[in-house]
């Protein structure tokens, strides 16, 4: 068993790092969340309303819960164009 494994290794060292690197390619982060709709309640064209409390509140939770996922989105479609570059990096090395 040792005597294969030294062999391995040995083989593993002669070959080039093209065949060491492996390039894995990433992927786009989910859809992008949906804006909660205003209120019934609400009329736009006369910025009025005739909602109550609660409906109000509830739009508020709907908006910041929004708010929080798009955030998220933000992030993760930063760490996406990361990736992409450190995949396009790794596939240009695997070039050379």
């Known amino acids: 068993m040792g005597k294969k ?11 080039p790092s ?7 390619e990433p992927s786009a982060p989910y859809s992008k969340p949906n804006k909660p709709s205003v209120p ?17 509140s509830s ?14 989105y933000i992030r993760d479609l ?5 990736d992409a570059s450190s995949y396009a990096s790794c596939e240009i090395e695997s070039i050379d």
Do not use: G, K, P
């Open 5 to 15: 494994l030294i062999l391995f290794i040995f083989v593993l060292f002669l070959m």
């Open 59 to 72: 739009y508020n939770n709907s908006i910041r819960s929004y708010n929080n996922e798009i955030n998220n």
């Open 40 to 56: 019934f309640c609400v009329n736009e064209w006369n910025n009025t309303h005739s909602c109550s409390d609660f409906e109000i």
């Open 18 to 24: 093209v065949a060491i690197a492996w390039c894995t």
């Open 78 to 82: 930063q760490n996406y164009v990361n």
